[in-house]
């Protein structure tokens, strides 16, 4: 995956649990790592204790891949590459090269600030050698286009990355391809910019045809082109120059040799299949279940069902429900708005129920760590939390029938092996232990053995040489392991189950290129195809758990991938499958050029050996990673006053951990040069920092006229005042995230605030236009006032957020802020907000709102009062919107109407009703091709000062409130648009307002 660094402020780089962020979620980074570098001829690897041996091997596959892909793009790297390797997925996720939070989905990335690579070691060797080529493709590709890297689109540089780093041929990009010909929903070159043409599939099944028909050599060429123009080509075009052929016609030529090679009848576009054309699905889109259905797991006596759903619309989530019906669905997690797990695994594991049909065990992460829970099927309950001592994570537990133990395959140190925990003892013993991945255990009938798959038996160490996953057995009393001979020569396997006997063992494999569900007898013989649906059997990648067989009953349930959806069906009993006639994961065209990429991938070397690499200690040098223009200007917080204006820039060490942004900028004269450097540390748990600023904010007004001299001659007058207010401030911070969703922030500062005020006085002559003189009269101003501010806040943020707003969840900021010095004050406030979905797609939301400033300076001349009246707090109140008319005649030229607005303290309540647009129409959390949802709202505040006291406390000052109705509109991802039709209850001669913000709903 690429990640294009932007600095359009350098303060945007502070971590996400400092406290420059009012609301988010937190990066928590559990564990301190001590990197090494390990330094080969092209890479330096960082790496740390746990993962030495894995990190060796990785400098060995990035030199093999360094030659590979400098010959395929006729390029070399014009620096050496670096790659930070992490020791597992939840590890990764607390690297700090990568701002913001990172998905389980996410393998890797490659950033374009300083072209690093960044990924977790896979569950396989094979694995993790497929995503660093990927990755390597992008740092070729970053280093080839430059700055024109963004001419090109995600299908475009996904899609080569793919096809570089696995060739023409792979069973997950043709099962694609062929259930978009078979729902005839193939893109076009056009509709390959569409986000929701998954471009990592579509763009690898592209760039596998062009280097089909017009030899791989147009691949390269391609790429070279975007960036032969000064600000780069656009993609399109540079394909069209290099085939020679207009997108028409390649779509076209494209299409023809995707049906021709799997044979398949291009349908008449408004012939569209009906759901009784298909097979019955248990749980699927169909059966209001969502696109998004894996990981199956039935109970023993085959009753109930475990499997993953996004059903919810917001995150997937564990679910139980009726093998008969598919209904009766129980929730059991709450992972989007719940923060206690930080991933299900579903990509790799399913749950594993107990014998008694009511426990049901989970490989999840929380807290960083990987974790067996327990839950309680019946009442949605978590019995029991069984975390691992040592960093990594789990996938695929397995219950053993006499339900004493639970098997389960864990990655530690960057290799997966098999491991036994007792449940009784509480302890837990090591299965196997070497480099080879054993993954998706599974219990035999009578407890004695586990059926695994693994690559041991297909994979050469010494050679770096990854085969397709086999099947083994291992004795649990003696560790023995022996091959399953499954009947099928070549593909990889998957998903092994015993039958309830245990004479015979159901598995998927590619064997032919299409995933199908076989069986065959534990003693060996011929394999029987069961099953073998059009598209395939699979989860969301190849080694996802994608079958399960009831221990009772013999039930079986498969997950199928079909119309860009996953389905669960059943098995029936009396079926047969079809074998592929031809290799269904060949890559159209069928008749290819000679491939270079495939000779490529097929070379096992030269490969260095590990003992020419050179390793080097950690050293936080840092360099250059972005600069951007700054983009306005702040105040407050315990950063205080940043500059407007200018050039902003971004510095940080390899790993992220230290950073360091510099923004300065110009705006007039020389008093009026300004700047902010400050120095973050992200080290450790706890985040601090540093700042240091001079800041002067200019304001004014101009007057113009026509005078006249002495003796009657005009004169043209323009004149500026100029109020100058420069902040010099010197300040830190810590910050220290609980959990991601709770964190507690601190900050202090010391600030001198200074006042100027300057008359600028231009004369011309009022007859011919000409400049006579410039007159500056430097009026001097107030004292400068000499501040030490403080500040502390406990934060939580479990919120899940749809298009365009949050839908489910909690957030509140609890904060404090003492200021001591010529101002005396604590500025106080509470923000909560709660979030509801009472019935889908409806979210109530609720915010209450106290701001208030205490204490002898909090009600000083020189601070702006607290305003009711803005659009994010009571709509339709806004200070633009009142006119004299409103206000009551006084003796003194008040308006109480507006004045009843600010104060030095204030309430606010907001509630909403809101509905995706979309989902008016679906009964889900929908939000269709242009993200919008509408709302109702009712608002209601108060301000009052220490003189003037609100009414709840036998005070004057009175509510006001407001009602209406909008709509908002996420504008291509850039904004969000929020349209308002408001009523203030409380202006009896105001009827309904229009007012537009830009903004999320709160």
């Known amino acids: 995956m690429m990640s294009i660094a932007l600095a359009a402020i350098a303060l945007a780089a502070l971590p996400t649990s400092a406290s420059a962020q009012y609301f988010g979620q937190n990066k928590v980074q559990y564990d301190d790592f001590t990197f090494t570098v390990l330094e080969t001829e092209h890479f330096d690897i960082y790496y740390y204790p746990i993962e030495a041996d894995a990190a060796r091997l990785v400098g060995q596959m990035a030199e093999r891949w360094y030659t590979r892909l400098s010959t395929l793009l006729g390029h070399e790297l014009s620096s050496k590459q670096p790659v930070v390797l992490y020791a597992s997925h939840p590890e990764f996720e607390q690297t700090n090269v990568i701002e913001g939070l990172i998905s389980e989905a996410t393998g890797g990335v490659t950033e374009g600030g300083r072209r690093r690579v960044v990924l977790p070691l896979a569950a396989s060797l094979a694995e993790t050698d497929h995503v660093l080529g990927h990755e390597l493709v992008h740092a070729f590709q970053y280093d080839i286009l430059g700055a024109a890297i963004g001419r090109a689109p995600l299908w475009f540089i996904e899609g080569m990355a793919e096809y570089l780093s696995i060739g023409p041929r792979n069973p997950q990009t043709a099962m694609w391809l062929r259930d978009a010909a078979l729902e005839d929903a193939l893109p076009s070159i056009s509709d390959l910019y569409n986000p929701n043409y998954f471009p990592y599939r579509f763009g690898h099944a592209f760039w596998a045809f062009v280097g089909g028909r017009f030899g791989d050599r147009a691949v390269a060429s391609a790429l070279h082109r975007v960036g032969s123009v000064q600000g780069g080509m656009d993609a399109t075009r540079a394909v069209e120059l290099t085939t020679e052929l207009d997108q028409k016609a390649l779509t076209e030529a494209w ?27 248990l749980l699927a889109e169909r059966t209001g279940s969502g696109s998004m259905n894996v990981g199956p797991s039935l109970s023993p006596n085959g009753e109930r069902i475990a499997f993953l759903s996004e059903r919810s619309r917001l995150a997937i989530e564990l679910y139980v429900a009726d093998t008969k019906t598919g209904e009766n669905v129980k929730r059991l997690t709450s992972t989007a708005s719940d923060p206690h797990f930080e991933s299900l695994q579903f990509l790799g594991s399913s749950g594993s129920w107990a014998p008694d049909n009511r426990r049901l065990a989970v490989a999840t992460v929380q807290r960083g760590r990987g974790a067996l829970a327990i839950f309680d099927t019946t009442t949605g309950g978590i019995l029991d939390n069984i975390r691992m001592d040592e960093r990594g994570e789990i996938f695929q537990p397995s219950w053993s029938p006499d339900g004493q133990s639970i098997a389960y395959a864990a990655q530690i140190g960057g290799f997966t092996d098999l491991y036994l925990y007792d449940l009784s003892t ?91 569900l076989y069986r065959v007898a534990l003693a060996g013989g011929e394999a029987t195809i069961l099953v073998s649906p059009p598209t395939g059997i699979s989860g969301i990648t190849p080694l996802s758990p994608a079958v399960s067989v009831a221990r009772e009953t013999n039930l079986t349930a498969y997950t199928v991938f079909t119309n860009g959806e996953y389905e669960i069906r059943l098995l029936d009993p009396e079926a047969r499958g079809e074998m592929a006639r031809v290799d269904m994961a060949r890559l159209p065209p069928a008749d290819r050029q000679p491939s270079d990429v495939a000779a490529q991938l097929a070379q096992e070397g030269p490969l260095p050996t590990a003992q020419s690499f050179g390793t080097s200690g950690y050293k936080k040098k840092m360099a250059l990673t972005g600069i951007g223009q700054s983009l306005g200007a702040s105040t407050g917080g315990p950063w205080g006053t940043y500059v407007s204006g200018g050039i902003s820039m971004l510095f940080s060490d390899v790993l992220g951990n230290h950073l360091l942004p510099v923004s300065f900028g110009v705006e007039g004269r020389v008093k009026d040069i300004g700047g902010q450097v400050a120095y973050i540390n992200r080290v450790k748990r706890w985040n601090w920092g540093l700042v240091a600023s001079h800041i002067p904010l200019r304001s004014g007004y101009v007057d113009a006229g026509y005078t006249y001299t002495e003796d009657g001659y005009p004169l043209y007058i323009e004149q500026t005042q100029l109020l100058r207010e420069t902040t010099t401030e010197l300040g830190g911070m810590v910050a220290y995230p609980f959990s991601r ?37 430097d009026l001097g101003g107030a004292p400068a006032l000499r501040l030490v501010s403080t500040n502390a806040a406990l934060v939580r943020d479990s919120t899940a957020f749809g298009a365009v707003s949050p839908v489910m969840g909690q957030r509140f900021r609890l904060e404090v802020s003492p200021t001591f010095g010529n101002l005396s004050m604590n500025v106080a406030s509470l923000d909560f907000r709660q979030y509801f979905m009472p019935v889908r797609p409806l979210t109530l939301a609720f915010r209450g709102l106290h701001v208030g400033r205490y204490g002898s300076g909090g009600e000083d001349s020189r601070l702006y009062p607290l305003f009711l009246g803005y659009p994010s707090l009571v709509r339709g109140y806004d200070s633009g919107s009142f006119s004299a008319g409103e206000c009551t005649i006084t003796n003194d030229g008040s308006c109480p109407e507006f004045d009843r607005l600010v104060g030095s303290r204030m309430i606010v309540f907001n509630s909403e009703a809101r509905v995706p647009l979309f989902g008016l129409f679906t009964g889900n959390l929908d939000y269709g091709p242009v993200p919008a949802e509408l709302f109702g709202f009712f608002d209601a505040g108060m301000a009052w000062t220490r003189a003037d006291r609100p009414s709840f406390a036998n005070g004057s000052r009175p509510w006001v409130t407001s009602a209406g109705f909008g709509a908002r509109v996420n504008l291509f991802g850039f904004a969000v648009g929020e349209f308002n039709a408001a009523r203030a209850l409380d202006r009896p001669g105001k009827g309904w307002q229009f007012v537009f913000n830009l903004r999320p709903g709160f």
Request: proline share 4%.
């Open 741 to 777: 969703a709770l964190r507690a922030e601190f900050g202090v500062s010391g600030q001198r605030i200074g006042f100027n005020q300057e008359v600028e006085t231009y004369i011309y002559d009022g007859v011919t236009g000409a400049f006579i003189q410039r007159e500056v009269e």
């Open 426 to 516: 509480h302890q837990t013993r090591r299965l196997t232990e070497d480099a080879f991945a054993d993954v998706q255990p599974t219990w035999s009938p009578d407890g004695r053995q586990l059926l695994f798959v693994t690559d041991r038996y297909t994979s050469t160490l010494d050679t770096l040489t990854f085969g397709t996953m086999g099947l083994a057995t291992m004795d649990v009393a003696t560790g023995q392991m022996a091959e399953v001979q499954t009947g099928l020569t070549g593909g990889q396997v998957s998903s092994p189950q015993w039958t309830q006997d245990g004479s015979a063992i159901v598995f998927v494999s590619d064997h032919s290129g299409r995933p199908d």
């Open 255 to 281: 299409h023809t040799s995707i049906y021709e090679l799997y044979g398949i009848t291009k349908r008449d576009p408004e012939e569209k299949r009906s759901d009784e054309e298909l097979p019955r699905a």
